[in-house]
């Protein structure tokens, strides 16, 4: 069934720093899924990894018999030590040809169990395709993948490759410390009967004595916590820094009724986390200054610490920074406005905004904007008695936080799906345009399980998109970072008018008490909060780093 996203348009307009994925073609070929026992999709896939390892051995004529000529290589340093995606067969066999057969793939073979890692046919979007586990290793460590198969164009045609993907998993001889590897806690071989674990654990994270940290993470939050276990789990020597006073307050400092997350558990989680896996960080902390040496291949820097009042500053020369200051930049405020001429209560980005006034019942707020921060702050007025207008500018995308789960995560990441683990191999394994492709259809039929609330939407004068080429929220995060709104509850508050909506105008200037929009439209206000976004995060890499080196980094 065809769902029509209509009066639900795309949204493709640019703004700075977005990029417009392409949309992936699909193979047509169908797959006689009756013809297909256990047996016979296991040797399907053998015949096709056999054929694989032959490209590998030099018969690159191959390619164009085992793989789509639609086909995606998503490979993570399997190939190259870097990441690349390659599409069709010219780029596929271009990237076989430059790969050093010292370093690219040695190995490649499918798993023996569980069951869901063995040859099986799934439905991926409109095609039923063979979909396999596989172990691939190559000189340097062992890695997984995943193929998914589409039938040839002729019934004696092997079958092709539509998507592959290959990912390192370890380094030989550097493999991770878990299992039998997992570190005791136990050092009877020290003579050093003086320093207990509560010593050594403070001495770890003193870096004093001339210790020196491999990387350099700048931030505490969700990636840069996350990097520095992984890389405690290598044995890499690795300091955090954040200047926040404590793990967790780039959350914990948020709104109070953030609705997406509870704000203050998740902060207090990263706070455990620090202390469960024993983590470097240190808190209160700020890069001061940095170079690059081309020479010794190092970073030399200073950092600055906030010790009750009084700065020590370290200098350490790590072999990396980790910049983990967060996907977002600064928070932008529109050039054209002076909170300065504002005379009423507040005037506040969103990363300023707290909580409404406990006496505020009747002021009139202007809430600019109409994403996920508008809408928390807006429901949180709207709550406490305020007379709430949100001005939207464009058009936003909107679904419900439990369709998203029931159509985007059912039996992936659900108790009935596969470990986590495996989930994010299937996941990843999916390149980017392949995905765009996917959640079109997928769009449609979220939109259309919230219809009832869009139309209440569109009737309050809240114009609603599709996302980009109509692919909905996933594709549109990935394109500009914004744009959307999960709804935890304020749409129907604007359904309902309790949050009013002036729509298509942006804010032309701000007044003494009131704000003039594109239109010369006035909004009269007593507080108003711009919820506005934030800028490129390379605009905080140069803040940080200079220019020069801003302009190279990577992620």
Not at 173 to 182: C, K, L, Q, S, V
Not at 226 to 235: D, F, G, I, V, Y
Request: aromatic share 8%.
């Amino acid at each position: 069934m065809v769902i029509a996203t209509e009066p639900f348009p795309p949204s493709n307009r640019i703004v700075p720093g977005s990029f417009r994925l392409p949309t992936a073609p699909f193979p047509n070929h169908v797959a006689k899924s009756g013809q297909l026992t256990s047996a016979s999709l296991n040797s399907i896939a053998s015949e096709w990894v056999a054929a694989f390892k032959n490209i590998l051995a030099g018969d690159h004529g191959l390619v164009t018999k085992i793989f789509a000529k639609e086909a995606y290589w998503r490979d993570l340093l399997c190939m190259f030590w870097d990441f690349h995606t390659v599409h069709g067969h010219d780029q596929i066999l271009t990237y076989v040809e430059k790969a050093d057969a010292k370093d690219r793939i040695q190995d490649i073979g499918l798993f023996e169990s569980p069951a869901y890692k063995l040859p099986q046919l799934v439905k991926f979007h409109n095609l039923h395709v063979i979909q396999a586990f596989l172990r691939v290793e190559t000189r340097s460590g062992r890695g997984v993948g995943l193929v998914r198969l589409v039938p040839g164009s002729d019934d004696g045609d092997l079958w092709r490759a539509f998507t592959l993907f290959t990912t390192l998993e370890e380094l030989k001889g550097h493999e991770e410390n878990i299992h039998d590897r997992r570190p005791s806690g136990l050092d009877y071989g020290s003579n050093n009967a003086t320093l207990n674990w509560k010593d050594q654990l403070l001495a770890q994270k003193s870096m004093e004595h001339g210790h020196e940290p491999a990387v350099l993470i700048l931030g505490a939050g969700q990636g840069g916590l996350t990097m520095a276990a992984r890389l405690k789990q290598l044995s890499v020597d690795t300091l955090v820094i954040d200047q926040n006073r404590r793990v967790g307050d780039n959350w914990r400092k948020r709104y109070r009724q953030l609705k997406f997350t509870p704000k203050d558990k998740l902060a207090d989680w990263f706070e455990y986390y620090v202390g469960i896996l024993e983590l470097n960080v240190w808190t209160s902390t700020a890069l001061d200054a940095s170079e690059w040496n081309d020479e010794t291949r190092r970073w030399t820097v200073t950092v600055k610490q906030d010790i009750g009042g009084s700065p020590k500053f370290r200098k350490f020369h790590p072999r990396h920074i980790i910049l983990a200051t967060g996907h977002a930049g600064e928070p932008y405020l529109p050039s054209n406005i002076d909170p300065h001429v504002f005379k009423g209560d507040s005037l506040l980005h969103s990363t300023q905004f707290t909580e409404p006034k406990p006496d505020g019942r009747g002021k009139r707020v202007v809430v600019v904007g109409s994403s996920n921060s508008s809408h928390d702050v807006a429901r949180d007025y709207a709550n406490h008695g305020y007379d709430v207008i949100m001005v939207q500018r464009s058009s936003t995308l909107v679904l419900t936080s439990q369709t998203l789960i029931d159509v985007t995560m059912k039996g992936l990441y659900a108790e009935d799906g596969p470990p986590v683990d495996d989930a994010d191999i299937i996941n990843m394994s999916v390149p980017n345009p392949v995905a765009k492709t996917c959640q079109i259809a997928a769009t449609k039929d979220m939109m259309h399980r919230d219809r009832d609330l869009l139309s209440g939407l569109l009737a309050a004068g809240f114009a609603v998109d599709s996302g980009v080429d109509s692919s909905g929220l996933f594709i549109k995060y990935l394109s500009r970072g914004g744009g959307y709104y999960i709804d935890v509850g304020a749409s129907q508050l604007i359904v309902e008018g309790k949050i009013r909506v002036k729509q298509g105008f942006g804010v032309k200037s701000v007044k003494e008490h009131s704000l003039v929009l594109d239109d010369d439209s006035e909004l009269e206000a007593d507080e108003v909060v711009f919820a506005t976004g934030f800028q490129n995060m390379r605009d905080t890499a140069r803040k940080l780093l200079g220019n020069d080196l801003a302009s190279q980094v990577h992620g």
